[in-house]
Nanobody, 127 residues
Framework: DVQLQASGGGLVQTGGSLRLSCAASGLEHDDYVIGWFRQAPGKEREGVSCIFSSDGNKYYRDSVLGRFVISRDNAKNTVHLQMNSLKPEDTAVYYC????????????????????WGQGTQVTVSS
């Protein structure tokens, strides 16, 4: 079974930066997509960003465009989410998830694809 280990959350002031990492193990295929999601108290889970291992194609939700950067290290089956210019509204528990095998079809990375989820990591942005 594929397992995900998320890390990197913490407390930061507005305008600060954090880097989340998601390491996958137990993969049986080289092609996968890893996505980051977040859920704030009292709100629904929302997709933040995703990246495909095969071609590096990336997708972002509009509210994080220009602030967050997702990247992959295929050799380590690890995906990073660099979060810059953080805002209080970015406060949430962040989860990574994976679907494999999966290649980009140009339609983003809908939540229904994901088969395995990592544990959440708390990100708190103070004002």
């Amino acid at each position: 079974d594929v397992q995900l280990q998320a890390s990197g959350g913490g407390l930061v002031q507005t305008g600060g930066s954090l880097r989340l990492s998601c390491a996958a193990s137990g993969l049986e295929h080289d092609d996968y997509v890893i996505g980051w999601f977040r859920q704030a108290p009292g709100k629904e889970r929302e997709g933040v960003s995703c990246i495909f291992s095969s071609d590096g194609n990336k997708y972002y939700r509009d509210s994080v465009l220009g602030r967050f950067v997702i990247s992959r290290d295929n050799a380590k089956n690890t995906v990073h989410l660099q979060m810059n210019s953080l805002k209080p509204e970015d406060t949430a528990v962040y989860y990574c998830a994976i679907d494999s095998p999966r290649r980009d079809n140009g339609l983003g990375c809908p939540v229904m694809w994901y088969k395995s989820w990592g544990q959440g990591t708390q990100v708190t942005v103070s004002s």
